[in-house]
Structure formats: C-alpha cells, structure tokens
C-alpha cells in the first residue's frame, strides 16, 4: 500500500524555494527519470511532502556521496520491482525491467507488461519505496552480495 502524504500540494516553484535550487534543475531531475511527478485531477503537476524529502535525498546523494543523475538512476533500476510488486512468471520472463535493466522500471513504462502499464508508478510500493530513500541504502548493499537473493524492504 503506497505511504504517500496527500496533505500539501507544492508547485514546482515553491519545492525549489523550500529546497533552495532552481526550477531547471527539478526538471533535470524528471527528465532525467529519477522524479516523477503527479498531477491534479485538473491537469496540474504538483509535488508533494514524500516528493521534497526525495528531492532532499538526491541532492545528498549527489553532494555527500559523489553520485551523478546516470549513477543514481543505475540505482533506482537496482530496486526489486518484482518483489515488491509481486508480478508473474509469465510477466516477468518478458519484462524489459526484469531483463537487465540499467534504467528503473517506470521509465520504460510503455515496455513492461500491461498489469504493471495500468498502475500509477508514482503511488507504486516500488517508487514511493526509492524515493522513501532511506531503502536505498539496503539496495546498494544488496547489490553489493554476490548471488545473493534480494529480499523484501520495508516500504
Ligand atoms: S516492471 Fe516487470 S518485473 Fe517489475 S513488477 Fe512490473 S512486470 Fe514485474
Ligand atoms: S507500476 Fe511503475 S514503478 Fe511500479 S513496478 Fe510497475 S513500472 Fe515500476
């Protein structure tokens, strides 16, 4: 179940005014695949509470441990989509994201299959899970056991 806080909705502005960059480089951010952004029943595009402490934890990423956007998108596409967000056998055999992914999975949305297209990637477990940040660090450490299975993080 997706621990997204729906009570304050932030423009793109006023996340860079809380976080103290600019506007560009929020959208470096999404373009980059690492942000993802919601939007209102009306069209907007907002942020909200979990969104600025994700935007929080890239920078630290970025200034405390060296990493730049391609390093922390080969992270996020690290996270174990299919435990998680448990999928079948069948979708997993052909799932791009499951096949030696070097993005994270909600950037090649068009390609996985259709149960996991019709979700929204942004209340999925799998992203509010990264952008929880704090689940990354098991990711890397994980990543770091040879042939050991990844097992379930906390979401
Ligand atoms: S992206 Fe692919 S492997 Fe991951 S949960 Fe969806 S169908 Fe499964
Ligand atoms: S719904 Fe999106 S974020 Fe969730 S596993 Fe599927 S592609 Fe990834």
Not at 65 to 84: H, K, T, V
Not at 103 to 132: F, G, H, N, R
Request: aromatic share 6%.
């Amino acid at each position: 179940m997706s621990n997204v806080k729906e009570d304050k909705k932030y423009k793109i502005g006023e996340v860079a005014k809380n976080i103290g960059i600019s506007v560009e480089t929020i959208r470096m951010y999404e373009r980059s695949g690492i942000l993802l952004t919601q939007k209102s029943q009306s069209g907007q595009r907002y942020f909200n509470e979990n969104d600025l402490h994700w935007i929080n934890c890239i920078r630290r990423l970025i200034k405390e441990q060296g990493l730049n956007l391609e390093g922390i998108r080969r992270m996020l596409a690290l996270l174990p989509c299919l435990e998680l967000r448990p999928c079948s056998e069948e979708e997993k055999k052909n799932c791009p994201a499951f096949n030696g992914a070097i993005v994270p999975c909600w950037t090649m949305k068009s390609k996985v299959p259709i149960s996991c297209q019709d979700e929204d990637c942004c209340l999925c477990s799998v992203y509010q899970s990264a952008i929880a940040c704090e689940n990354l660090k098991k990711v890397l450490y994980q990543s770091n056991q040879e042939k050991r299975p990844l097992t379930k993080l906390e979401v």
